[in-house]
């Protein structure tokens, strides 16, 4: 393509994705009259007012909040990547009937729009008597259908000598899984990262089923949105931040192994 | 249809004697469904095609730029899908929106138009929300198809440099069949993430579908007719036999090009 016409797309492109955080990150630190005037982006003072305010404890117990998030993400990341790989280990390495039915039943579960299946799950989750729990909502969404078909392809890759050399020694396939693990730790760690994020930003199902005073961060965050409230508008934007470092750190520690993971799946 | 009656056969007060497809008629003939419906379908293909559009000549651009500013390009793209929808909105509402926002600041008025109001003004909701989806998802599908242009040989590249070929046909013979199945799964991951788009609108108009409706998506509207909060109906039938109606038919779509994409011999 034309040589001036990359960069400037490029850097336009960058400039929308990037000034705004910049932006917010600096208005975390406004009064509500000068976060009104947006051409404006520097703060008159950095006084952290927003930041004080959230972990005081005045409008919820936001320190809780972070530590409700974190648990459920990474619990439900680290429980995801338990199941899901030791179901693309049976998919990919065992021999059953009605492989390839489950192999589809996994792919339609990706296809099936989440959010709309919310209201099957509350119910599965009222009768088993475990709304209001976090550790009921971090169950709900450990069987995902992309971590099974990732898993899978990843397991198809995986010499079948290993394992004909583990049954040769009579260890069971659970040995033969756990001593597989290792293997594949990037794989592990991609969609690790992925169902992270995704259970991070995950609205609909805590609304529904945990109680108010069960708060994750998009939900403290529309609360803090809603104008009931009354808080200045620094303060919503100073839990944004907050929201965003987690992320911002997991990505940019393994942003390289991602990168390779994700080219490593683009070619398969 | 089996989920339905559960749902009407679970919640007391709620158990109509009813044939079993009721629900899906009441649906059906629920004229606020077929509005959220439309706003939905609008909302998904704009996106589609706006992100797609963007992305793949964005990743384009990256590939060409110097190999030392790729990898940080990338990294900055992503920034946006960082955030939570809730904060996407909040900044939305106060960095872009506005008379003196960014949007109108910079664009529409020195493009010579008058400021436009978009929350409040029914026929710019649903442009908002779009917008708000292009900024948010564009970073993730840039990465995508940016590796996929990695794995394309090089060779063929140094065939058209030989020959001489113009921009234009590099992208025609070369950059858009090298990423077109990537190209595809990247439509189907916005068109089921489009359908079940939720938090977004939930942050920017308060759960409510905005004036005149006009930005009513569909979850909003099941989240409206099950719980109270919206309208209060508490009517989980309808609101589930929207959801398989909605659903179903998104995956049957979705499947549906997959298929495709295996005839076409990818």
């Known amino acids: ?268 | 249809m089996q989920e339905s009656q559960q749902f009407s056969g679970s919640l007391p007060g709620t158990g109509y004697t009813h044939s079993p497809f009721s629900n899906f008629e009441r649906a059906v003939k629920d004229p606020k469904f077929i509005h959220s419906l439309e706003n939905t379908s609008l909302f998904v293909g704009g996106s589609i095609l706006i992100t797609l559009g963007l992305s793949f000549f964005l990743a384009i651009s990256v590939y060409e730029l110097n190999k030392k500013f790729q990898g940080i390009c990338l990294f900055l793209l992503l920034i946006p899908s960082f955030a939570l929808p809730g904060s996407l909105a909040t900044l939305f509402y106060l960095f872009f929106h506005g008379k003196f926002g960014a949007l109108n600041q910079f664009l529409v008025i020195p493009l010579g138009f008058d400021p436009i109001n978009w929350m409040m003004d029914p026929s710019w909701i649903l442009p908002c929300l779009v917008l708000q989806a292009v900024w948010r998802w564009t970073g993730v599908i840039t990465l995508v198809l940016y590796c996929g242009i990695r794995a394309i040989p090089h060779w063929q590249f140094e065939v058209a440099r030989i020959e001489g070929a113009s921009a234009w046909t590099k992208v025609r013979t070369i950059l858009f069949p090298g990423t077109r199945h990537l190209l595809l799964f990247s439509g189907i991951f916005l068109l089921v993430d489009g359908v079940a788009a939720f938090s977004g609108a939930y942050n920017l108009l308060g759960g409510s579908g905005g004036v005149l409706d006009a930005g009513l998506l569909f979850v909003t509207y099941a989240y409206q007719v099950a719980f109270p909060g919206g309208s209060g109906r508490f009517d989980l039938p309808l609101a589930s036999a929207a959801c398989v109606l909605v659903a179903g038919t998104t995956a049957c779509f979705a499947w549906l090009l997959l298929r495709v994409r295996k005839r076409m011999g990818n």
């Not at chain 1, 396939?173 to 992270?196: D, N, S």
């Open chain 1, 1 to 268: 393509m034309n040589r001036l016409f990359s960069p400037i797309l490029t850097g336009l492109v960058l400039l929308i994705t990037a000034y705004p955080f910049a932006w917010m990150f600096l208005s975390s630190f406004k009064t509500n009259r000068e976060i009104y005037q947006p051409g404006k982006m520097l703060p008159e003072s950095f006084d952290p007012f927003a930041y004080k305010l959230l972990f005081s404890g005045e409008l919820f117990d936001f320190t809780a909040v972070l530590v409700r998030s974190l648990l459920l993400a990474g619990g439900q990341a680290i429980f995801a990547c338990l199941v899901t790989a030791a179901t693309g280990f049976a998919l990919a390495k065992g021999r059953f009937r009605g492989k390839s039915l489950l192999f589809w039943a996994a792919l339609l579960i990706i296809l099936y729009p989440k959010q709309a299946m919310s209201l099957a799950l509350f119910e599965w989750m009222a009768r088993l008597e475990i709304t209001g729990n976090l550790y009921g909502l971090m169950l709900s969404g450990v069987a995902s259908g992309l971590g099974v078909i990732f898993f899978t392809q990843v397991f198809r890759k995986v010499p079948d000598e290993l394992i004909d050399l583990a049954k040769v020694e009579g260890q069971s396939p659970f040995f033969c899984f756990f001593t597989l693990l290792p293997l594949i730790f990037p794989a592990l760690c991609t969609y690790g990262i992925l169902h992270f994020f995704l259970c991070w930003q995950e609205h609909l199902l805590p609304l529904l089923t945990l109680g108010t005073d069960q708060l994750t961060l998009p939900l403290a965050l529309a609360k803090l949105g809603d104008s009931s409230y009354h808080t200045p508008e620094a303060v919503g934007l100073a839990a944004g931040v907050l929201a965003m470092i987690p992320l911002f750190l997991l990505f940019g520690y393994f942003f390289r192994r991602v990168r390779t993971a994700l080219a490593d799946w683009v070619v398969s």
